[in-house]
């Protein structure tokens, strides 16, 4: 199995250099960036969770798609249990976001539309969602299963397991991956028109530009602009398609309270007001993707992927 010398793991990653420094240098920094971020979470300092698992997300797919330079067997449970561990930190940072997103829309209507208790229901049904979700989140991270996880990437970026792949140069394995992150996004894309589930289409066309945004970050120590500019249009993408699904998850919900809310004899006008106002969101966001992804998706962003 290879293995770098320790002047080629304190080496700075380059195209014609070994590809597992490029997949190295990602593993050492989110590996540091999550001890980081599960401080802050412990100490509540404000947007941790949602860093810890951008953290985690960094990690799974750079395994994921670079998994040519590593030992399958060693990675794919430790990639099982990232999944799990952003699963667990996103239940809270969701609610945090919609209750957060539904207040915001309140706030903006005047005061002789919102009819009923509107603001108290939200906040009651969301603290005791998040409160529960915070402590499951607090109990992961105490738990031996996560324990074993951090162990386990301690000793990926201690000793990484290596195979022929990692000696190559790394725009000759490195790239081509990355070509295939971009058509399965692009295949995304030009499936949402037809979908009969367009909510989920496009959800699954932000995963992919998630996907991208992340791998083609790591690269940015190896190719510097070209790469920044690449992981800068998936980012755009990956941004203005989560809010379209925060628009779903709202809409969602919205329709639940208003539910909650005629039951216990409560009007549920603004609740309606609201959900209203979600759909033409959801529909100026499509609009508003059809110009990004125009822009996002010209050839010349994509040009170094061929070097």
Known sequence: MPHHDQGDQDGSPSPDGPA???????????RAELDRREDGIRGGVPDSVHKARVATRRLRSALGVYRPLVDRDVTDRIRRELRWLARTLGDARDLEVVHERLRGLLDEEPPSLVVGPVAARIDATYAGRQQEADAHVQRALDSPRHQELLAALDDLVTAPPWIDAAETPAREVLLPRVRREW????????????AADQDRAVHDARKAAKSLRYV????????????????????EISSLLGERQDTVVARRDLAALAREAS??????????????????????????FEGLWATSSRKRLRAWLRS
Do not use: M
């Open 216 to 235: 083609v970050e790591a690269l940015v120590p190896a190719w510097g602009a070209d790469a920044e500019r690449l992981a800068g249009a998936a980012k």
């Open 263 to 288: 039951a216990a004899g409560e009007s549920a006008f603004t609740y309606g007001r609201l959900h209203a106002r979600e759909e033409a969101d959801a529909a100026r966001l499509d609009r508003d």
């Open 183 to 194: 058509k399965a996004l692009d295949r995304c894309v030009r499936a949402i028109p037809g």
């Open 20 to 30: 597992g420094r490029v997949l190295h240098r990602l593993l050492v920094e989110q």
